[in-house]
């Protein structure tokens, strides 16, 4: 079982804050900031499922895998 370490990237310069992909997101990865665009706040949680791309109507929010990914090691607090 092997969990990919990836986190959503926003192209502020794209995205519409339609908010689809905070609210599409499964485990709540993002949230919007005072502005309304969107802002990852857990990024250890997202599993790269892609659903937050795939459904963005403005092609703004893409995954990139995270540096380091594949260490195995968790320094959560
Ligand atoms: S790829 Fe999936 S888990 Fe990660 S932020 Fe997008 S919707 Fe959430
Ligand atoms: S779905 Fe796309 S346009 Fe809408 S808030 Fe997310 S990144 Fe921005």
Known sequence: MTKQAA???VNLRL???CK???NICPKKVL???EN???HVIYPNKCTA???C???CPDFAIEIMP???AGSGEDHTE
Request: aromatic share 0%; charged share 15%.
């Open 49 to 51: 499922c892609g659903l």
């Open 31 to 33: 949230e919007p900031d």
């Open 15 to 17: 995205c519409k804050k």
């Open 7 to 9: 986190c959503p990237s």
């Open 53 to 55: 791309t795939a459904h």
């Open 66 to 68: 995270l540096p380091g």
């Open 36 to 38: 309304g665009l969107p």
């Open 20 to 22: 689809i992909c905070i």
